[in-house]
T-cell receptor, first 114, second 114 residues
Framework: DVKVTQSSRYLVKRTGEKVFLECVQDMDHENMFWYRQDPGLGLRLIYF???????EKGDIPEGYSVSREKKERFSLILESASTNQTSMYLCASRGDRKTNQPQHFGDGTRLSIL | DAKTTQPPSMDCAEGRAANLPCNHSTISGNEYVYWYRQIHSQGPQYIIH???NNETNEMASLIITEDRKSSTLILPHATLRDTAVYYC???????????????FGQGTTLQVKP
């Protein structure tokens, strides 16, 4: 089974802090994604990566950056956390980009910015 | 992007089959239908996907109509642990890498009752 592990289930940070969310997958997947999920807005794509050191902006990249130094790890960075970034953050991974294999999700990180 | 329409909620008796419908009338020929579910406070869980043929795995069956404008997810013997929000998604391509973001709608809240 595919395993996508997010480093924290719950996280509380303060406004202005730099926040790192970590995600690791164990299936040698090329593609990795960061989404945020908010009530009434569904899942929104923040960034994705289709290879090591490669990244593309999703629909709502403002205020975020990402890092993919190793194939199995994809990090989401909140450069200066703000209260409107309080959300559930979901990481996903998927194999060969040329097929229609599904994305597999981690259990999420519920982030609160005070 | 092809949109999906699902009923907001459904009930099902424990041990009976749960049939969850989805309309995707604007689906294009090369778009797959994916089903995920999300149990409260967890990440979305992949269930099944298909293009035009019916599919079955250990979790569920997927029935796609011949014109591909609608589909039905079948949980053959629903249990209380199947209570969740079920999402029907049509995969779209994004960016030059064809990674394919997922667009989650509001889904169907399935309540399995004893």
């Amino acid at each position: 089974d595919v395993k996508v592990t997010q480093s924290s289930r719950y996280l509380v940070k303060r406004t202005g802090e730099k926040v790192f969310l970590e995600c690791v997958q164990d299936m040698d997947h090329e593609n990795m994604f960061w989404y945020r999920q908010d009530p009434g807005l569904g899942l929104r794509l923040i960034y994705f990566s289709y290879d090591v050191k490669m990244k593309e902006k999703g629909d709502i990249p403002e205020g975020y950056s990402v890092s993919r130094e190793k194939k199995e790890r994809f990090s989401l960075i909140l450069e200066s956390a703000s209260t409107n970034q309080t959300s559930m953050y979901l990481c996903a991974s998927r194999g060969d980009r040329k097929t229609n294999q599904p994305q597999h999700f981690g259990d999420g990180t519920r982030l609160s910015i005070l | 992007d092809a949109k999906t329409t699902q009923p907001p909620s459904m009930d099902c008796a424990e041990g009976r089959a749960a049939n969850l419908p989805c309309n995707h009338s604007t689906i294009s020929g090369n778009e797959y239908v994916y089903w995920y579910r999300q149990i409260h406070s967890q990440g979305p869980q992949y269930i099944i996907h298909g293009l035009k043929n019916n599919e079955t795995n250990e979790m569920a069956s997927l029935i796609i109509t011949e014109d591909r404008k609608s589909s039905t997810l079948i949980l053959p013997h629903a249990t209380l642990r199947d209570t969740a929000v079920y999402y029907c998604i049509v995969r779209v391509a994004t960016g030059s890498s064809n990674t394919g973001k997922l667009i989650f709608g509001q889904g169907t809240t399935l309540q399995v009752k004893p």
